[in-house]
């Protein structure tokens, strides 16, 4: 999954990612969606996060390191 990520950003097909991404933003690049990614952090599953508020905050190294490491929920 990272290796087709890398490639797509290679060819510009996505754009830059910031160091923090929203779940929305997880979400496209994980396939998952907003409300899976929301049911993983109730389990204490998924990608580590963090609230910055009331919003939640996924940095773009940490995921890329749970998607490495197989992405499973």
Known sequence: MAVRLVERLRQGELPV????????????????TPKGLETMRAKRTGPKYMKVGTSVRYRAADV???MDAGGDA
């Open 64 to 66: 890329r390191a749970w």
């Open 17 to 32: 990612a910031p160091e923090y991404l929203t779940s929305f933003q997880v979400a496209q690049l994980t396939g998952f």
